[in-house]
Nanobody, 116 residues
């Protein structure tokens, strides 16, 4: 069982920045060999992939965030980050951390609200 604790959400004006963090309860070894992802779910919408990072730090981004968001990981701290720049109102959503592409391992979610 892996627990994920997210932090860093909040209210920001359009054009601003936020950094989300997600700390995992797994061992460092287990964390380091798993892909980590950030998803988001806006009100009334389905959850969508925002970005992912593999065990060898290959990254993948949704087209809507390319060039604005950066995902990174610190295996020693068992933490994955999402740096979000040039935020837009359409980025408003609850952001969730995912461990290992598993349906079972999700964080509790952190609200990001971008005002226009």
């Amino acid at each position: 069982q892996v627990q994920l604790v997210e932090s860093g959400g909040g209210l920001v004006q359009a054009g601003g920045s936020l950094r989300l963090s997600c700390a995992a309860s797994s061992s460092r070894t287990i964390f380091s060999i798993n892909t980590m992802g950030w998803y988001r779910q806006a009100l009334g919408m389905e959850r969508e992939l925002v970005a992912s990072i593999s065990s060898d730090s290959r990254t993948n981004y949704a087209d809507s965030v390319k060039g604005r968001f950066t995902i990174s990981r610190d295996n020693a701290k068992k933490t994955v980050y999402l740096q979000m720049n040039s935020l837009k109102p359409e980025d408003t959503a609850v952001y969730y951390c995912n461990f290992g592409n598993s349906r079972d391992y999700w964080g509790q979610g952190t609200q990001v609200t971008v005002s226009s």
